[in-house]
Nanobody, 115 residues
């Protein structure tokens, strides 16, 4: 089964940017839809961005216009470019498929937006 490793998180000031990466242990070419999720303590995991194998994207209203998701099937990697970050974007970010059945969750990468 494919496993995911998220990276690229960190501490950034409001208005700053980060680029997250999601590296898969195997081929993602056959995975139609992939997504970025985020979770804060005490809340359910939220799907914020998706990208199909054909490159079609979709975003939660809270990140639309600020985040951009992409994937490189040749590198088995998905990315999330995050711009104009806000404190409410603070969360642990995970990647997975965008529909059931989900793969096993990775460890995630922490994004903290604070001055």
């Amino acid at each position: 089964q494919v496993q995911f490793v998220e990276s690229g998180g960190g501490l950034v000031q409001p208005g700053g940017s980060l680029r997250l990466s999601c590296a898969a242990s195997g081929s993602i070419s056959s995975i139609y839809g992939m997504g970025w999720y985020r979770q804060t303590p005490g809340k359910q995991r939220e799907l914020v961005a998706t990208v199909t194998s054909g490159g079609r994207t979709n975003y939660a209203d809270s990140v639309k216009g600020r985040f951009a998701v992409s994937r490189d099937n040749a590198k088995n990697t998905m990315y999330l470019q995050m711009l104009s970050l806000k404190p409410e974007d603070t969360a642990v970010y995970y990647c997975n498929t965008d529909r059931s059945p989900l793969y096993e969750w990775g460890q995630g990468t922490q994004v903290t937006v604070s001055s």
